[in-house]
C-alpha cells in the first residue's frame, strides 16, 4: 500500500464529498461523512474490478513494425 493508493482513496473521498455538496448544499456534516466513506470505499471495489478485468483479457499478439 503506497502513498498512491492512499492518494486515490482520499481523492475518492473528496470527489464523493464534493459530488454531495452538488446536489445538496444544506447537506449535515453526517450526510458529509457517509458520502466521504462510499467515495473511500467506491475507489476500493473500482480498483479490484479493473484487476479483474485486467486478469480475464488475453494478452496482446504483438504487432508488426
Known amino acids: 500500500m503506497g502513498i498512491l493508493d492512499k ?9 464523493a464529498v464534493e459530488g454531495l455538496k452538488k ?21 476500493e471495489v473500482v480498483k479490484e474490478k479493473l484487476a479483474e478485468h485486467a486478469e480475464d483479457q ?4 504483438d504487432q508488426p513494425a
Do not use: I, N, T
Open 7 to 15: 492518494l486515490e482513496e482520499v481523492a475518492g473521498a473528496v470527489a
Open 23 to 43: 446536489l445538496d448544499p444544506g447537506a449535515g456534516l453526517l450526510s458529509e461523512a457517509a458520502a466521504a466513506v462510499a467515495g473511500f470505499k467506491g475507489v
Open 58 to 61: 488475453p494478452a496482446a499478439p
